[in-house]
């Protein structure tokens, strides 16, 4: 089974100032899918990012953008104008294209200083 | 947003009884998932389904059964609770291969 690393069990930020969550993977697949996840107090999971492996330019929705550094099966998310909402738990996730199971990690919890 | 709903979406049980979870989607997705989720361990699967009366087992399955008998639903069942089985389950169901989860809202079942 493949592996998902989040090496920060916990991360602060300052408000307005960027932060990044960091990622690694196990997988001897050439072709899968990544995927960022925000777990608020709510706890309700919502997707934030995806990314495909066979794509060399890294995804972006809005203030959030990821570092794919497929080589060094890394998967990094950046959070920019960080903003009070943003704290939660962030999960990334693995996803290969022959597979239905999604790996995930075990987490970072992000919080967010006014 | 997808809808995908979960009942109960809390339960405390004794030990030893058998407890069902609910999962219901209403986007026709073939593939449906059940996660628990416990602290430091972040996601876990326990079963999953691809497609009706098609299910396997995931990492942590003991102590755990599934029934998918109509597109929409996916049940899961503790068929004599345990304490260590005290955990948030979370199901989640997806369309096609490659695309993402969408989960539902979550169960938090606490066995006492």
């Known amino acids: 089974a493949q592996t998902v690393t989040q090496s920060q069990p916990e991360m602060s930020v300052q408000e307005a100032e960027t932060v990044t969550l960091s990622c690694t993977y196990d997988?001897?697949?050439?072709?899968?899918?990544l995927f960022w996840y925000k777990q608020p107090p709510s706890r309700q999971m919502i997707l934030v990012i995806r990314?495909?492996?066979?794509?060399?330019q890294n995804a972006t929705e809005n203030r959030f953008s990821v570092n794919f550094q497929k080589a060094a099966k890394s998967f990094s998310l950046k959070i920019s104008d960080s903003q009070l909402g943003d704290a939660a738990m962030y999960f990334c996730?693995?996803?290969?294209?022959?597979?239905?199971?999604?790996?995930f990690g075990t987490g970072t919890s992000l919080t967010v200083i006014p | 947003d997808a809808g995908i709903t979960q009942s109960p979406r809390h339960k405390v049980t004794e030990t030893g009884t058998p407890v069902t979870l609910r999962c219901h989607q209403t986007?026709?997705?073939?593939?449906m998932y059940w996660y628990r989720q416990d602290p430091g361990h972040g996601l876990r699967l326990i079963h999953y389904?691809?497609?009706?009366?098609?299910?396997d087992k995931g990492e942590v399955s003991d102590g755990y059964s599934v029934s998918r008998s109509k597109t929409e639903d996916f049940l899961l069942t503790l068929e004599s609770a345990t304490s260590s089985q005290t955990s948030v389950y979370f199901c989640?169901?997806?369309?096609?291969?490659?695309?993402?989860?969408?989960f539902g809202q979550g169960t938090r079942l606490t066995v006492v």
């Open positions: 989640a169901s997806g369309h096609l291969l490659n695309t993402e989860a969408f």
């Open positions: 997988t001897s697949e050439s072709d899968y899918y």
């Open positions: 990314q495909e492996a066979y794509k060399q």
């Open positions: 996730a693995y996803r290969s294209n022959t597979g239905n199971q999604f790996y």
């Open positions: 986007e026709n997705h073939r593939y």
């Open positions: 389904s691809y497609g009706v009366k098609d299910t």
